[in-house]
Structures are given as structure tokens and as C-alpha cells.
């Protein structure tokens, strides 16, 4: 066999392994540091795994936040979807088109440079969310672009572990609080998965856990309401462990009247934050502010 038919039967690599991943690094002098929660995935089977339980198919726009050096980026490309990637290091935007040509010849890759929490517009409305989100805005993120892109349907995002649990779980559950309630405005979370720290680089000091989400067909109420609602769901959890006439007197005016909005709505008065779903909250949201 000739050394050109031995290099045709060698498979072509399409995402990035260990050393690519620090070559690429070095090359632009990134040091991955804590503060930007910058944790690169060096392991093919985790991003392919990540693609499946997203289900990622050919004709999707994926939105990627955070693409990094691209591991997870290539993972999506390899399947055929089209990818919309908001970077906001100059660095790894400038460099992400070039990687992706070189493994990925033709791939649909569109950068945005910049923040994730102000942009406004993306182009071909995504339908897809799919991000290894910075550990330290990763809420917030979520929260965002689930607020200003409705073409988001579904999507899955690798979080810290405990902070995916919050986003999951269910009234009565004592990590339940203002994230999982604000997430279930969106639509249904749930845990998707336990991600080992030693698919990272470098490894983090915590756990990684993947959440899945798919979006309501149709949104609960008008923005005006869930503001409304969420200025509850931030009083009753700021102070968890008052009853609700107690920590919605901070909106509604006093004990006596956040009581009274609370009976018109049907919820026990003495009831914690804690118990509420966000369809209760949403319900003395309408009695306070009606439309």
C-alpha cells in the first residue's frame, strides 16, 4: 500500500482531543482561569454525547454560548447543524472560523463577538439552545436568552452540578428556589445527565451535570405579568423562610394586605415560597397587577 493510500484510509479527524486543545490554547496565550469559568472539554465522546441528548439534527440553528476553543461547536457542525456562536474574547472568536475550516471545511459557523447578556438579534433564528455555560453566569445566560429568543425551543446546557439541580427541581424540594421557578415560567427542566471533571481542562473543583429543556408551546402571560411575577418569586425567596404574607409584604404593601391579595388568589397566606409553583405565583401576580 502506498503512503497516500495509507493517509486516505485514515479517518479524518472532526473535533478536537487533549493536545489540540492545548496547542490552541498556548497558540493564543489563553490561560483558562476562574473568574471567566473557562473549563474546555477535551473528551470527543462527551460532545458527542452532549449532541445526542440534545438531539441536534441536520436542519437545526443552534445558538452556542461560550463556544471556547470549539469543542462542543465541531460536535454540532459534525452532525450538520448550522451554528450561531456568541464569543465574547476577541481572541477565541477571531480564532473558532479558522479551526472550524480546517477540520470542518464548509461547516455553517456564524461568530458573534459578544456579550451574551446584550445581544439583541441573532441571525436565522435559532432553535436550539446548546452551551457549556460559565459556571458564573450561567442563570442569568439561561434566563436571557430564553427571555429574548422565543425561536428557542429546546436545548440542553452543562452547568455546575448544583446549579443545574436548582434549575430542575420541584416545589417542596430544598434547593427549590428562584431559578427553578423563573426556568419553569420557560418551560419543563430536568437533569439530563452527571458530566465527570475529568473531560475538562483543566479540571474544575466542581461537578458538572447536563439540563434539558423544552420550551412552553405558548408563554404563561404578557412580559408586563412576568415581571410582576418575578418581583414575587425574588421577595419570596430572598426570605425563604418567612410565610409569604411576611416576604410578599415587601411588594404588596404590608402583612395585612399581601394577605389579602394572596386569599383572592387561592394560596394559603401562611405557606413558604418553598410550596408555590410557578403557576401559584403567576395566579397573585393577576390579583395584584390585573390586566
Known amino acids: ?28 496565550g489563553v490561560n483558562p482561569t476562574k473568574k471567566l469559568g473557562q473549563n474546555f ?10 449532541v445526542k441528548v440534545a438531539r441536534v439534527a441536520p436542519d437545526d440553528t443552534v445558538v452556542e454560548v461560550g463556544p471556547g476553543l470549539g469543542s462542543l461547536t465541531l460536535g454540532m ?14 481572541r477565541l472568536a477571531e480564532q473558532l472560523p ?25 441571525p436565522g433564528d435559532p432553535t436550539r439552545l446548546v452551551a457549556n455555560l460559565p459556571y458564573n453566569v450561567s442563570v442569568p445566560v439561561l434566563l436571557y436568552l430564553l427571555e429574548h429568543f422565543a425561536s428557542i425551543r429546546a436545548g440542553v446546557v ?31 427542566f430536568r437533569t439530563a445527565g452527571k458530566v465527570s471533571r475529568q473531560v475538562f481542562w483543566p479540571v474544575p473543583n466542581v461537578d ?8 412552553r408551546p405558548r408563554p404563561l402571560e404578557s412580559d408586563e405579568l412576568r415581571l410582576k411575577t418575578f418581583a414575587l418569586i425574588d421577595a419570596a425567596f430572598q426570605q425563604r423562610r418567612k410565610m409569604l404574607r411576611q416576604s410578599l409584604s415587601v411588594v404588596l404593601g404590608d402583612s395585612a394586605a399581601a394577605s389579602t391579595v394572596m386569599g383572592a388568589a387561592g394560596i394559603d397566606p401562611t405557606t413558604r415560597g418553598e410550596q ?6 403567576l395566579a397573585i401576580a393577576r390579583v395584584w397587577a390585573p390586566a
Open 41 to 50: 472539554v477535551i473528551d470527543g465522546n462527551t460532545v458527542r454525547r452532549i
Open 276 to 281: 408555590l409553583t410557578v403557576h401559584d405565583f
Open 1 to 28: 500500500m502506498t503512503d497516500d493510500a495509507v493517509d486516505a484510509a485514515k479517518p479524518v479527524k472532526t473535533l478536537l482531543g487533549p493536545a489540540e486543545i492545548r496547542d490552541l490554547a498556548e497558540m493564543l
Open 208 to 215: 458538572s451535570i447536563l439540563i434539558a429543556f423544552d420550551r
Open 158 to 188: 452543562m452547568v455546575q452540578a448544583e446549579v443545574g439541580e436548582r434549575l430542575a427541581a420541584p416545589p417542596g424540594n430544598k434547593i427549590y428556589g428562584s431559578p427553578s421557578v423563573k426556568a419553569a415560567w420557560y418551560g419543563d
Open 77 to 90: 457542525l459534525e452532525v450538520g447543524a448550522s451554528v450561531v456562536a456568541v464569543e465574547i474574547d476577541d
Open 98 to 122: 479558522l479551526t472550524v475550516e480546517l477540520m470542518q471545511p464548509g461547516a455553517r459557523l456564524t461568530v458573534i463577538r459578544a456579550d451574551a447578556l446584550k445581544i439583541t438579534e441573532l
